[in-house]
Each structure stands twice: as structure tokens, then as C-alpha cells.
């Protein structure tokens, strides 16, 4: 009885473990997925995690990592970065995490910040949490592709690539030009659009469709989470 016992103990320890795993798996999934650049650090800035999108920004050299830990190239940033994570930090080890907001950079190059920091389930205040930093660029377009505008509304390639061009904010005729098509041909895929998305202006097409976007990264069977690179 107590063999048997012990063997079920050591079955939910293993299923609960394989759990933790996928579930671990598909939250680094679902936070690639996300236009907003998500980084979880630790108190020194050491970056534990980032996501696709955060990825992203270090690889343009919008921020970046120096001996692991998250700075910025542009002067001054680096220390409001250690600064607004301190202040986080310290808030959580007296009260409830609040979310922390902040903005860096000029018009052109805006990072728009929002920092909190978290604790795992049953670690006490005066453990050292963990802190998620999520970053946006306010000014930077953000469009679904040309898959996805089909599978929504059923577009035809050509019309999808119009409808993406009027979406960056241009008038029919530039879009036509820049596509290389006929105005004529353009008016008649714009119907076509209005038709299939049901709307009636340009503006009100720009608004439907920068709605539906939703950045898959990769094929999901091949999916592998990133790994932590911090120390």
C-alpha cells in the first residue's frame, strides 16, 4: 500500500512537472505573438527572457544588451532604465506591484515603457522579484499581411496589397503607382475591398484592418522557445 502510494506521488510529481514545461512553452509562445515588446529582467537589468518583438528592437539597436543586461545606446537612457526598475522594485517589497510608465526618446525614435514587478506564487517580499518591461514605438505602423487579409475577408492577393498600401496612409493614386497598377485597376479592386470588408471610406478601412492584425512568428509546429539569456 505504501509502495503504491509512493508510485502515485512520483505520477502526479511527473505530470505536474510536464505541465509546468508546456505551459511554460506556449506562454513564451503567446508573448511572441505580441506586438509589444515584452522583457523579463531581474532586479540588475539581467535579462531572464524577451520576446519576439523584443528581439526585434535589440536587433534594430533600439536597446541593447551589454553583458547580458538591458541599456539603451542613446546617452542618458540606461540610467532611467536602472532607475524606473529600482523604484519598481522597491515599491514591490512594500506593497502591491503597480505598473510603472515611461517614455523614452524623442518623437522619432519614442519608446513608450510600462514596468512592474512580479514574484512567483508564495515567494515573500523580501525576495528579489523579477521585473516585465513591456516597450512600444507609439509611431510605428503596425499592418496585417497579405495572408491574413485574405483569410478574414476573403481578398484576392492583389487586393490585399492595395488594401495594406491605403493603409499606410496614402491616397489611392500614390498606392497605384507604387504598386505599379492602372488607376482604373486600383478603383476597381478599392470597390472590390469596400465590398468584401464592409466599409465605405478609406478611413474607415484603415481602421478594420489595423484590427486584425496578429504576429504569428513561424510556423507553430516548428515553434522553439527562446531561452533565457541572462546570468
Given at each position: ?6 508510485h502515485r506521488?512520483?505520477?502526479?510529481q ?13 506562454a ?14 531581474n532586479a ?6 524577451a ?5 526585434h ?6 536597446l ?9 545606446p ?14 519598481c522594485?522597491e ?7 503597480q505598473?510603472?510608465?515611461?517614455r ?13 514587478a ?6 515573500a517580499?523580501?525576495?528579489?522579484p523579477?521585473?516585465m ?15 491574413q ?8 492577393y ?5 488594401a495594406i ?5 496614402e ?6 503607382q ?10 476597381s ?17 484603415v ?10 512568428p513561424?510556423a507553430?509546429?516548428?515553434?522553439q522557445p ?6
Open positions: 500500500m505504501i509502495t503504491l502510494a509512493a506521488h512520483s505520477a502526479v511527473s505530470v505536474s512537472s510536464e505541465l509546468t514545461d508546456v505551459t511554460g512553452q506556449f513564451s509562445f503567446a508573448l511572441d505573438c505580441l506586438e509589444t515588446a515584452v522583457f523579463v529582467l540588475d537589468l539581467h535579462i531572464q527572457f520576446s519576439a518583438a523584443a528581439r528592437l535589440l536587433e534594430e539597436g533600439r541593447s544588451a551589454r553583458n547580458g543586461q538591458l541599456c539603451s542613446l546617452n542618458g537612457e540606461t540610467a532611467t532604465l536602472r532607475r524606473v526598475v529600482r523604484q522594485v515599491r514591490s517589497s512594500i506593497g502591491p506591484s505598473m510603472t510608465f515611461y523614452l526618446g524623442d518623437v522619432e525614435d519614442a519608446l513608450c515603457l510600462a514596468v512592474v512580479a514574484r512567483r506564487p508564495g515567494e517580499r523580501q525576495d528579489q523579477f521585473v518591461v513591456f516597450a512600444s514605438k507609439p509611431c510605428e505602423a503596425s499592418l496585417p499581411d497579405t495572408q487579409l485574405r483569410s478574414h475577408f476573403g481578398l484576392t492583389a487586393q490585399a496589397k492595395l498600401e491605403i493603409a499606410k496612409g491616397g489611392l493614386k500614390v498606392c497605384t507604387r504598386l505599379g497598377i492602372a488607376m482604373s485597376t486600383g478603383r479592386h478599392l470597390r472590390q475591398i469596400f465590398q468584401k470588408t464592409e466599409t465605405r471610406r478609406q478611413a474607415e478601412l481602421r478594420v484592418i489595423s484590427a486584425c492584425r496578429v504576429n504569428v513561424g507553430v509546429d516548428a515553434y527562446q531561452e533565457c539569456f541572462g546570468t
